[in-house]
């Protein structure tokens, strides 16, 4: 499994625009799964999980679960 995050993680940092990674603090962790999961449910039926983009003034974030 962690080989195929570290894949997906590549893969992103590909994309135009994505600078850095990081990992979320773990008080944060009850949110962003949240997200994930909210997000997962507007399309039940695709085999591949949504990317979230959340933007700010200060830089922007990348949500994707496995």
Sequence with gaps: ???TLEKQLEET??????AAKG???KENSGSIASIAK????????SETPPVISIESDN???LIKSD
């Design 1 to 3: 499994m962690e080989k």
């Design 13 to 18: 940092f590909r994309l135009p625009g994505v």
């Design 23 to 25: 990992i979320a603090q």
């Design 38 to 45: 909210q997000a997962a449910a507007l399309h039940p039926k």
């Design 59 to 61: 830089g922007s974030v």
